[in-house]
């Protein structure tokens, strides 16, 4: 498995222009996971910063489940597991910038209950 075909990476300079375009007196909600490298300029652009945390059985089945990645990552066996092994350090990082974790292992909408 190439594990550098795919890399997360936010564009500050795009996200600060784009976000000028919302009302100040209005909540934007952004979704999305960034490289570990950016967790900490996003805790500082945002109010505030949440690390879902589904368990491992949780992702393992939302992966291989998926029909949204045009190049199905995580479909085979080999790059769940890694995904898996590997989550500890991004979260740690969340966690380090102040994010605020929410266990999420069931249903999407009882996640975003929570959050709004």
Do not use: C
């Not at 890694?82 to 069931?106: L, M, S, T, V």
Request: avoid cysteine; charge should be neutral.
């Amino acid at each position: 498995m190439d594990r550098h075909a795919h890399r997360w990476q936010v564009i500050e300079p795009r996200l600060i222009e784009k976000l000028k375009e919302f009302p100040d007196d209005r909540d934007v909600y952004v979704g999305g996971k960034v490289a570990t490298a950016q967790v900490q300029a996003m805790a500082n652009i945002f109010d505030r910063i949440y690390l879902l945390q589904p368990n491992d059985a949780t992702i393992d089945e939302r992966l291989a489940s998926r029909t949204t990645n045009a190049v199905n990552f995580g479909k085979k066996k080999e790059e769940r597991e890694h995904i898996i092994q590997n989550r500890h350090k991004f979260e740690q990082a969340y966690r380090d910038a102040g994010a605020i974790p929410i266990e999420n292992h069931g249903h999407i909408e009882n996640t975003l209950h929570m959050l709004l």
